[in-house]
């Protein structure tokens, strides 16, 4: 089977313990390939490189910087197929998705903070006659950058590009479930002349490679998307160390839909907001809230158009869903219909393991789930399940539309379907998220600031939000 390897000052390189584990392919429910197993020497080594990187990168001028960072953008354009087929095989997704969001969205995450560093600004403050303050924003030292399975280079890139851009070095490490697209851009780092040890791709477990990342002295920010769990132990070992930390967490999303919406554009939507990867975006609604007077349109039209989705075959372009990510996640998603069903719901569609023949059979497949008649305070509607079931919950008033939309404690995304402006208006202000759609959802302007409240996160990322991340902002008082 073929061996991963880390990408540690400029070469590709076997971990220091050679160790490997096995990495598996979802639809086939068998592995495909080795990931190292590294450990705290790997990233020993990666942070070695990436200090004695730091003062010539740093240094460099910013038009350098955004070049390389935009080769390595056409080089993830030139290549997308490749990359594509390969995080469609990794994580289980559909091609077609891999192919139209995954791949486009990681070349412009490095386009975007290629051409953003050009135009990135600090502040500056008169005091009248007596003297000028300005900001510098200069480069920390080394970013730590932590990713998880779902979207796995598009994540990846997101923090990458813009610790790069703003003058960091990097050390990173995507998740152990899914490396495989990060351990290719590698190559194109390698291809597209980035210097030696700016960017350092370490593979390996989370507890292991991942908290040793955490850990590590030399490292003073951390950028890490992933479970809420998984954040409070970093943000519990960061803080004592004064780490700057960026966490992107877990969610429980609602979706809140008024009678008075456009029906069409709405079940398109939440279709999509509900099934898309399978319900593994961090922004997928799990929560329905639907008026009173609509519910049961909506659900009689919602339940067949789920039972119409195709579960399959993931290079199958009519495929809408495809594998969810691995076996232990499988089974949780399916505990948690079970624990619906204690619960007293009522499962509409799916609720099962979806049986797909041939070389498929020994896939993580799950019919896309819908369940209803729980109260909004059970575990189903409180804890993220992050996989394709969703609830329907009825509500009368906007007031307990709203009460029961910030009633978890997270507070990443929401979506809010209506045709009255005010109320659009309104109840936005009311969410407690960090991202409010109105009458879409998912979509993205990388300018944005992007993140969640409450357990959801702390901090932004995206814009330039991201870039004041990546900069430590020093005040200098000049008297005239
Ligand atoms: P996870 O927390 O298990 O893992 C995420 C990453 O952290 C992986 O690379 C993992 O190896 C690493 N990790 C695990 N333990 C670690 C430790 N002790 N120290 C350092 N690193 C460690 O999450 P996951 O299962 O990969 O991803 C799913 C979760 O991510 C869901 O909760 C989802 O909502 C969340 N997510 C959030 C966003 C967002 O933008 N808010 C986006 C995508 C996913």
Sequence with gaps: MEKLQNYINGALVAPAGGEYFENMAPALGKPYSLIPDSDERDIAAATEAAKAAFPIWSKMSIQERSDILLRIAALIGERSEALAAAESKDNGKPL?????????????????????????????????????????????GIAGCISPWNLPLYLFSWKIAPALAAGNTVVAKPSEVTPYTAYMLSQICIDAGMPKGVLNIVHGLGPKAGAAIIEHDDIPMISFTGGTATGEWIARTAAPKFKKLSLELGGKNPNIIFADCDFEDMMKTTLRSSFANQGQICLCGSRILIERSLYN????????????????DPNDPT????????????????????????????????????????????????????????????????????????????????????????STKYGLASSVWTSDLKR??????????????????????????????????????????????????KNVCIKY
């Design 96 to 140: 077609k998705l891999a192919q139209t969001v995954d791949i486009p969205r990681a070349q412009a995450n490095f386009h975007f903070y290629g051409t953003g560093i050009l135009h990135f600004a600090s502040e500056s403050h008169s005091m009248g006659d007596l003297a000028i303050n300005y900001t510098l924003r200069q480069p920390i």
């Design 297 to 312: 349109r909506f659900k009689e039209e919602f339940v067949k158009r789920v039972k119409a989705l195709k579960v399959g």
């Design 319 to 406: 495929t809408n869903l495809g594998a969810v990510v691995s076996k232990p996640h499988m089974e949780k998603v399916l505990s948690y219909v079970e624990i619906a069903k204690e619960e007293g719901g009522t499962v509409l569609a799916g609720g099962k393991r979806a049986a797909i023949g041939g070389e498929f059979s020994e896939g993580y497949f799950l019919e896309p789930t819908v369940i209803e008649g729980l109260a909004h305070t059970c575990r189903t509607n409180q804890e993220e399940i992050f996989g394709p079931v969703v609830t329907l919950i009825p509500f009368d008033t906007e007031e307990e539309a709203i009460m029961m939309a910030n």
């Design 424 to 473: 659009a208006h309104r109840v936005a202000r009311e969410l407690h998220t960090g991202i409010a759609w109105i009458n879409c959802w998912l979509l993205r302007d990388l300018r944005t600031p992007f993140g969640g409240v409450k357990s959801s996160g702390v901090g932004r990322e995206g814009g330039f939000e991201a870039l004041q991340f990546f900069t430590e902002p």
